[in-house]
């Protein structure tokens, strides 16, 4: 993958109240990208005729024009549609049918001791996605800006935690497309367990560094502990606002849902 193949970003979104947050950082990344935005809503009328169609249609119109400062009414390649049926499925859908290079959702909401951060349509997303999945947390991110009539993206640090047992391709590839939205070069962090030697690890991560396509390079973290944790500590100790992750074959984003509930970042999950 590269910047060149993100050529349309699939934003789906709900009724809730944290909607605007997520089409304003979905805006950001299409920027950044200068990529076509697609908004999509799953809504019953889309399903019921054509007058109900019209009026869920009319509906998601009002909600782009009032819900983000700026950055959406000045960008020509935003586009609106509503969609029938169950909203994993129907988001699933668009994405291949308009070869989407990236899905940006949201959360279901609530924080650190209230849990359920992931509901079922961001895991079945999740689960399903062929493409990476931006998860927009419900703490309000604050990857793009409203500057002078546009949005500007503001990504921070992009941290790219790495396991080091599997291929990290993907991975790097979508950090040299989303990297250059940040005027840092991109943080590798490794974590291995407890008195492990670090000399291997790093000269490992070190490779990979130097492999992220554009040339940049990459700054080096090596920590030792629980990976969750560890991906927090770092999130919010630095001006973090993107950690790409790997999906792991058996977790449909546990490691994901800890960071999202714990920090601003947002989340972008590489299948």
């Known amino acids: 993958m590269s910047e060149e193949s993100i050529r349309t970003v699939v934003c789906a979104i709900d009724d809730s109240a944290r909607a605007p947050a997520v089409v304003y950082a979905a805006v950001g990344l299409a920027e950044h990208l200068n990529a076509r935005l697609l908004v999509v809503r799953a809504d019953p009328r889309a399903g019921q005729g054509e007058e109900p169609r019209a009026a869920a249609s009319a509906a998601l119109q009002e909600f782009m024009l009032s819900a983000v400062p700026g950055g959406v009414g000045y960008r020509a390649a935003t586009e609106t549609r509503v969609v029938p049926g169950p909203p994993a499925e129907a988001v699933l859908n668009v994405a291949a049918q308009e070869q989407a290079g990236l899905i940006v959702m949201g959360t279901r909401g609530r924080g650190f001791l209230g849990r359920a951060i992931l509901g079922s349509t961001a895991r079945d997303v999740l689960k399903g996605a062929r493409v990476p999945v931006a998860i927009v947390p419900p703490s309000g991110p604050e990857i793009a800006a409203s500057v002078g009539g ?107 849902c800890a960071v999202l509930e714990r920090s601003r970042a947002v989340v972008v999950v590489v299948p």
């Open 150 to 256: 546009r949005t500007v993206p503001r990504f921070g640090i992009v941290l790219v935690p790495l396991d080091l047992r599997s291929d990290a391709t993907s991975q790097l590839a979508v950090t040299a497309a989303l990297g250059t939205g940040s005027t840092h070069r991109p943080l590798l962090l490794h974590v291995t367990d407890e008195g492990t030697d670090h000399a291997l690890p790093r000269e490992r991560l070190n490779r990979l560094g130097l492999s992220i396509p554009g040339g940049r390079g990459a700054k080096l973290l090596i920590l030792e502990g629980d990976v969750a944790e560890c991906i927090v500590k770092v999130t919010k100790k630095d001006d973090v606002g993107l950690v790409i992750l790997g999906r792991a074959h058996d977790d449909a984003g546990e490691v994901a």
